[in-house]
């Protein structure tokens, strides 16, 4: 139990497919986060909020939207993506910005 | 911005090996280091940190030393395990008050596997 819960763990989709990213804290955190892990590449920061406001968008394609309907929720909404956005995407969450991250397992997205 | 190096992998040992993985960093000032370990199908969890110059953070056996004479935070243990076997990632913080935000940096990650 990691106290960041990722749904789904892993989800196929076609690119004219819309599907979302769900994520849940249950540690009482104040910012949360996306990552997208690629092989090979670093991992690349998509999103971040604090206070459920966005304060960080990492020139991430609009075929990635994100929501945070609450301190403890956080969505990643997708459509018409492409077979390079299939990745590990990585959910996580700190006290406050710039903390100790706590990551989820994460969804592994594979674009068909 | 901030910015770590990781040695590239993998990072082959026999069981009971000791174990270093080389990390670098480039900074303004002193921002907290940490090493980050992942498990085969699993998110990063937080293995060790250091908030300032001179500490050595440890954990499960793992040990950095925050050394600022040569930007170095290397991680290393004296006799790993097959569980070892795991991706290991060094990071630290960039940003703070100028820039109105700070975040986690992470290197590229070195891929530890470790044989019976």
């Known amino acids: 139990e990691t106290g960041v819960t990722q749904t789904p763990r892993h989800l196929v989709m076609g690119m004219t497919n819309k599907k979302s990213l769900k994520c849940e804290q249950h540690?009482?955190?104040?910012?949360m986060y996306w990552y997208k892990q690629s092989a090979k590449k670093p991992l690349e920061l998509m999103f971040v909020y604090s206070l459920e406001e966005r304060v960080e968008n990492n020139s991430v394609p609009s075929r990635f939207s994100p929501e945070c309907p609450n301190s403890s929720h956080l969505f990643l909404h997708l459509h018409t993506l492409q077979p390079e956005d299939s990745a590990l995407y990585l959910c996580?969450?700190?006290?406050?910005?710039?903390?100790?991250?706590?990551f989820g397992n994460g969804t592994r997205l594979t674009v068909t | 911005g901030n910015s770590v190096t990781q040695m590239e992998g993998p990072v082959t040992l026999s069981e009971e090996a000791f174990l270093t993985i080389n990390c670098t960093y480039t900074a303004t000032g002193y921002p907290s280091l940490f090493w980050y370990v992942q498990y085969p199908g699993e998110g990063l969890q937080l293995l060790l940190k250091a908030t300032k110059a001179d500490d050595k953070g440890s954990n499960k056996g793992f040990e950095a030393t925050y050394r600022k004479e040569t930007t170095s935070f290397h991680l290393e243990k004296g006799s790993v395990q097959v569980s070892d076997s795991a991706v290991y990632f060094c990071?630290?913080?960039?940003?703070?008050?100028?820039?109105?935000?700070?975040?986690?940096?992470f290197g590229t990650g070195t891929r530890l596997l470790v044989s019976p």
């Open positions: 996580a969450s700190s006290q406050n910005q710039g903390q100790t991250l706590h």
């Open positions: 990071a630290l913080i960039d940003g703070g008050p100028d820039t109105g935000f700070q975040k986690l940096v």
């Open positions: 540690l009482g955190h104040n910012a």
